[in-house]
Each structure stands twice: as structure tokens, then as C-alpha cells.
């Protein structure tokens, strides 16, 4: 189906060999077809349109985020508070960590590592803490709440890959999630 | 390198997947095809280009969409095996008048289609006035009159 021929090209000195397509005769028609790639590629194709079907699904169920398979939620240590989160996020996309305080009194200090948030661009926090504290190892956002509470920290992912948070609420109760970022 | 990434990534899947989607997805045979293809280049548009709208941003993408291509053509005329795998082969659809309804079967190609394109190109009225029809390589029929 192949021959080699020796370059034409006047310019190139060193007379090489190109591997050129012999052009095939079906008939009266110089052709070259593949009838074995041709079916290959259709069971190729059938096997491709049943994973093209199957992400879909997967991708409407919440695996590449926003969906059912994404929600998740996790209790703390002590079941002082929860932490609602998406397991699958994507680069660029909001995403929006929910902490609900359920016990203590009125003025909590949740902690984020900051590991986490230098992952992430904090778009906004809701309700505006009262003070932020930078602390070595995570920021501390002090809020005045009555119980049951939810602080909504609503942040965009700038970094792909796995992102580990741990979520500390007044220094002696934690809770620790991880989320998948895709491209 | 953010950008080479993005522009490479969205390249690789955009060949295999219309590769594997076949080769009439490309000849916008009805309006929704090429409606379908005019949604793919939007939404192909802000993966590439993220939220970074500069001109050099812009430029890199260009650059390396076009180097990569250029590179799949090297490759295709250096290797005609792979050339074979990326762009696949015509085949032949009519020969001498009789119809390979297996491969127009597995080609999802109905006889319409083929009278369609004989009339646009040839001018042609009937089935028996067509010897060959081939499915050329770029997903278009195209006819030898008889």
C-alpha cells in the first residue's frame, strides 16, 4: 500500500526516502480506501456515542460538580457545627462552602486553613464577619450569630486538583472535607 | 503556560471527539449542524481564553492551535499510517451503479443524501445514472456521473 520514493525536491542534498500512499484502483476509480479502518472506526464510534452517553449522565448527576453525586456535608468533631460542600468543583466556577452553627453562644470564630483559602479567591462571606485574625496557619473570621446560624463563604478555585479545608469553630471543634477541582 | 495547556487540551478533545463522531458531523449537511458547530466554537472560545481577554493571551492560543495543527500535518505526510488514524479514508459508497448498504448503514448515509449531492453537483436525476459516490474524507459525497 506504501512505496518509497526519493525526494524530489532539488534542494534537499541528501536524497531522502518518503514514504508516499500507492494509490489504490477500485474499478475504473484510483482510490484509496480502508474498509478494515472503516470498521474499526464504527465500533470505535458505537463503544464512543455509549461513554459520550454514559458522562452525560454522570455529568448531569453532579460528578463534574453541581449535582447530586457533588453534595456533600460533614459534622464536626464535637457536632457543634457542620460544613455543607460541593465534592467536585471546577477552575473558575463559584462555589460556595456553607458553615451551620448549630450550638455555643453569641460570637464564634470560624477558622479556615490557609493552606485552603490560597487555593481560592474569597468572592464574599456572608454574614460580614466582625474581624478577620491572620494566625501562621489559618485566617480566623470572628461573627456574632444566634444559634442555628449558616455562614456562607462563597469562593472561586484558582488552583486544579485535590483541595484538603479543615474548618475549626472556636478552636477546640473541627471538621475536615476534601474537594476535587477539574480543569 | 496556562494558556498552551488550555488551547492544547480543548484541541485534543475536539479532535477526538469529532473524530469519533464521524465524518458527516463536519459537512454541516442541515442548518442545525452548522448552528451545532457555531455553539461549539463559543463555548470552545471562553475555555481557551479563561478570563484572561488580552491580545497576547489571544495570540498565544492562535499560535498554538495553529503550530499543533501544522504539526498534525507533518506527522500526517510523514507517517501515512497516522495520517490514515487522524483523518481516516474515503469510501466508496456506489460502485458501478450497486450500493454498499452495509457501509451506508454503518455510515448512517441514507440514498437521499447521496441524490441530494448529485443533484447540487451534477445535475444528476436518478440512481442509475451514478457509478461511483464517494464519502470523501472531509465528511462531503461526492459523484461520478455514469
Known amino acids: ?183 | 503556560m496556562d494558556p498552551i495547556l488550555r488551547s492544547l487540551a480543548v484541541y485534543a478533545f475536539l479532535l477526538i471527539l469529532f473524530r469519533l463522531s464521524g465524518k458527516r458531523s463536519l459537512a454541516q449537511i442541515t442548518t442545525f449542524d452548522l448552528i451545532l458547530l457555531l455553539i461549539v466554537s463559543e463555548a470552545t472560545q471562553q475555555a481557551l481564553l479563561g478570563d484572561d481577554f488580552s491580545i497576547t493571551n489571544a495570540c498565544i492560543v492562535i499560535l498554538t492551535l495553529v503550530v499543533v495543527d501544522r504539526t498534525m500535518d507533518l506527522a500526517s505526510a510523514m507517517s501515512p499510517p497516522f495520517g490514515r488514524l487522524l483523518n481516516g479514508t474515503a469510501v466508496i459508497l456506489i460502485e458501478n451503479g450497486e450500493q454498499h448498504a452495509g457501509r451506508m448503514r454503518r455510515l448512517r448515509i441514507s440514498t437521499d443524501d447521496i441524490l441530494e449531492q448529485a443533484r447540487t453537483n451534477q445535475g444528476i436525476e436518478r440512481l442509475d445514472q451514478i457509478k461511483y459516490a464517494v464519502l470523501e474524507r472531509n465528511g462531503a459525497i461526492s459523484v461520478v456521473p455514469a
Open chain 1, 1 to 183: 500500500m506504501y512505496l518509497a520514493v526519493h525526494s524530489d525536491d532539488s534542494s534537499d542534498a541528501t536524497g531522502r526516502l518518503l514514504l508516499v500512499a500507492r494509490v489504490s484502483r477500485v474499478g475504473d476509480l484510483e482510490i484509496n480506501q480502508d474498509l478494515d479502518l472503516e470498521r474499526r472506526e464504527w465500533k470505535a464510534r458505537n463503544v464512543a456515542n455509549v461513554l459520550l452517553g454514559l458522562a452525560l449522565v454522570a455529568a448531569a448527576l453532579g460528578l463534574f460538580g453541581s449535582g447530586v453525586l457533588s453534595d456533600a456535608s460533614v459534622k464536626s468533631d464535637g457536632a457543634s457545627f457542620a460544613v455543607e460542600y460541593d465534592r467536585f468543583l471546577r477552575f473558575g466556577a463559584p462555589a460556595t462552602v456553607h458553615v451551620e452553627l448549630t450550638s455555643g453562644n453569641d460570637e464564634a470564630n470560624v477558622s479556615l486553613s490557609r493552606s485552603y483559602l490560597e487555593q481560592f479567591d474569597i468572592r464574599s462571606i456572608k454574614p460580614t464577619p466582625e474581624s478577620v485574625t491572620a494566625l501562621p496557619d489559618r485566617l480566623v473570621y470572628t461573627f456574632k450569630y444566634q444559634p442555628p446560624a449558616r455562614v456562607d463563604f462563597n469562593l472561586l478555585p484558582r488552583h486544579i486538583g485535590r483541595q484538603r479545608a479543615t474548618v475549626i469553630v472556636d478552636s477546640d471543634d473541627a471538621a475536615t472535607f476534601s474537594q476535587l477541582v477539574y480543569p
